[in-house]
């Protein structure tokens, strides 16, 4: 029951071969069995299970409200939820509860859906590996993948060699690719769930700017900030987006255009896309596994009739190096508010309300968010203010316009690359500084936020390795549906193996009724 | 008259982190003045070296000590990576502060549509008398207290 796609448990649902308690007890018990993966920061047993009982409920009374009602779902933990911890991976805000609800968590949970608990991540969401939180790093499952450790080196034992799962929403990548929920709220500020959905073979989605609230998502960067979507197949995640879109009077850059609701047809005519490919984004770092993924997939749209030609972003090697300003300079004042007083942790130094302040954050934010406080701080100073944070929006202002070009020149989509290389050992990962981690990492993706356009991550296929590996698809501002019908058609093409978790199918948890692991691969 | 709607939400997290800023003025000269001499190590050494009065000025704006040297090196690294923009050619450009700049943005009408939420929301300060937040005194500032209290971090 547990393998099943968010669509298909919720049909099970409504036809009675399964009640939200019971559902919501499995994926509970799934949660205890995977917690070395450290995927959840907080589990809401309780809450959940209320809320099991109650759309239980409903549906014996039928009056089910919707696809999502009974559906177990998890949280990132950097959205507020009203009465449950939130703590960003932070010691600056350990302990604290908020006392209202994210509108992309309230629209859930209107929905009703089961909370499940509040995902790991790196630090205020500043990272790519889910290994800089106070909570320590998220493993990824697929270490521990029958496809990984049957190709992994026999000289590899242990536990030691496991694999980061991608940041900064990797606790949500690594809960939905578990099996402990069926849809995950991530945020994306520069690829945060994209980049962990391309490492856990999951769909990753970063909506239009200005589609879906921020309302309640403890702010990383304003400007270039979305609540973002995981799930194992993309009709699962057009079931959530569709949920979360729509203007918020609490967020007033959510735009009021009137949202139709979001139709994903079966079929579709690929011999009228044109599929566009950066020629930019091919650069010498990327794994040649995924560079010769990346061209049979644009082989695989043209064979299917679709156009597809070469375009040029030519701003994108400033793109990281833009992102980096912006995103310093922003983090200096969002993180402002962050001063002991209020909320949060408060320093027990007590001589003066500057020396609380300078001790509370010292003892509170952690090297990167202080490394960036700092930095943001440097480029925001009056005699630098101009040289770079300005200068830094008007290059964001080239970047935004070479894709306003690309896509006025008649190309639908853009194909691209999600990451330079699968997933790597933790180890591996943390040899280089956040920095350095983040700049390559978030190469293919921040350039999307900067530019305000949906996006998605497919999982295509595994590597040499066994581990997943994702291309991104781009679309035209607020043609998110348009995108997620083309990214629907791709990822029907590529048939995605199934994870295959030995230890969690011992216990027949996975398997359905005919014995069979089903999902979104037929194979 | 939107345009400015929106321009005016978009500077106000920026002005915000230069409140910060601002309260700090005051103790800038005497930041420059006096710096420099007790952390020699930090000095200009070469093209990339941030002086000592210019770190201790921005610990200041952010109420955030670097705390080594290796988060000296990485801002510099930091203010390295950055350099590359001044590479781009940005004649003519406008700054862009938003992807949303022509589109209408929204206000609220001005009704109070939630409240009556303060002890909640006072639950959750570690500090509060009646209905206020309590904060240590304000009249000391931060390079006052330096000599005068041992690092937080060193405890």
Excluded at chain 1, 249 to 267: A, N
Aim: hydrophobic letters at 40%.
């Amino acid at each position: 029951m547990l393998g099943r796609t968010l669509r298909e448990v919720s049909a099970a649902l409504k036809q009675g071969q399964v009640t939200p308690t019971e559902l919501c007890k499995k994926c509970l018990s799934l949660i205890k069995k995977t917690k070395y993966l450290n995927a959840y920061i907080t589990v809401s047993e309780e809450v959940a299970l209320k809320q099991a009982e109650e759309s239980e409920k409903r549906y014996q009374q039928g009056q089910s409200l919707g696809d999502l009602d009974g559906i177990p779902v998890a949280v990132k933990d950097n959205f507020s939820t009203s009465g449950i911890e939130t703590t960003c991976a932070s010691n600056m805000l350990k302990g604290y509860i908020p006392p209202y609800n994210a509108t992309v968590v309230q629209k859930l949970l209107d929905q009703g859906a089961l909370l499940m608990g509040k995902t790991n991540l790196d630090e205020f969401a500043m990272g790519s590996g889910s290994t800089d939180g106070v909570f320590g790093p998220v493993k990824n499952p697929w270490s521990y993948s029958k496809q990984y450790r049957e190709r992994r080196r026999h000289d590899e034992h242990g536990d030691s060699h496991w694999l980061i799962t991608g940041g900064s929403s990797g606790g949500s990548a690594a809960a939905v690719a578990a099996f402990t929920c069926f849809a995950a709220l991530g945020s994306d500020t520069g690829g945060s769930t994209r980049n962990p959905a391309a490492h856990c073979g999951l769909v990753g989605f970063k909506p239009s700017y200005g589609l879906v609230s921020r309302h309640g998502l403890i702010p990383l960067v304003n400007s270039m900030d979305v609540p973002g979507i995981f799930t194992r197949c993309v009709d699962d995640t057009a079931i959530v987006l569709g949920v979360l879109a729509g203007h918020d009077p609490k967020d007033s850059t959510t735009v009021q255009d009137p949202i139709k609701p979001l139709m994903i047809p079966g079929e579709m005519d690929v011999s009228r896309l044109c599929i566009g490919i950066p020629k930019e984004y091919m650069v010498p770092e990327l794994s040649s596994e995924i560079q010769s993924l990346w061209s049979q997939a644009a082989d695989l749209f043209a064979s299917e009739g679709a156009k597809v030609i070469e375009v040029s972003l030519p701003h994108t090697c400033y793109s990281i190096v833009c992102y980096h300003v912006l995103c310093t300079s922003e983090v200096a004042s969002n993180m402002a508010r962050f001063d002991g007083l209020q909320y949060g942790h408060r320093s027990g130094i007590d001589v003066s309300t500057e020396a609380m302040y300078a001790a509370t954050r010292q003892e509170g934010f952690n090297d990167v968010v202080r490394g960036r406080i700092l930095s943001g701080n440097f480029f925001l100073l009056k005699e630098n203010y101009e040289n770079y944070f300005i200068k830094a929006q008007k290059v964001r202002r080239l970047i935004v316009r070479d894709f306003v070009n690309a896509f006025e020149s008649g190309v639908d989509v853009l194909l691209t690359p999600t990451t330079l290389s699968e997933a790597v050992p933790y180890l591996e990962f943390i040899k280089e500084d956040n920095r350095t981690r983040s700049a390559q990492d978030d190469i293919f993706t921040q350039a999307v936020n900067m530019a305000g356009l949906p996006a998605v991550s497919v999982p295509v296929a595994l590597s040499n390795q066994g581990l997943p590996i994702g291309l991104q698809l781009i679309g035209r501002a607020f043609c998110d549906q348009q995108l997620l019908t083309v990214a629907k058609w791709f990822e029907k093409q590529v048939q995605f193996p199934i994870i295959q978790l030995q230890d969690l199918m011992d216990d027949g948890s996975l398997v359905l009724e005919n014995g069979k692991l089903t999902s979104v691969s037929l194979t | 008259m939107w345009a400015r709607a929106l321009r005016v939400r978009f500077r106000t997290p920026l002005d915000r982190g230069r409140g910060f800023a601002s309260k700090a003025g005051p103790q800038e000269k005497v930041q420059e003045t006096g710096q420099g001499t007790h952390s020699p190590r930090l000095a200009l050494q070469g093209a990339d070296r941030v002086p000592a009065a210019k770190i201790e000025h921005l610990e200041r704006l952010a109420l955030v000590n670097f705390g080594s040297r290796e988060a000296v090196a990485r801002l510099e690294k930091a203010i390295a990576f950055a350099d590359q923009l001044h590479a781009v050619d940005t004649d003519g450009v406008e700054p862009l502060e938003s992807v949303l700049e022509d589109r209408c943005l929204y206000l609220r009408s001005d009704n109070v549509a939630e409240g009556n939420c303060t002890e909640e929301l006072l639950r959750n300060s570690h500090h509060v008398v009646e209905e206020y937040f309590v904060a240590p005194p304000g009249n000391i500032s931060l390079p006052d207290m330096v000599n005068k209290t041992p690092s937080p971090t060193a405890e």
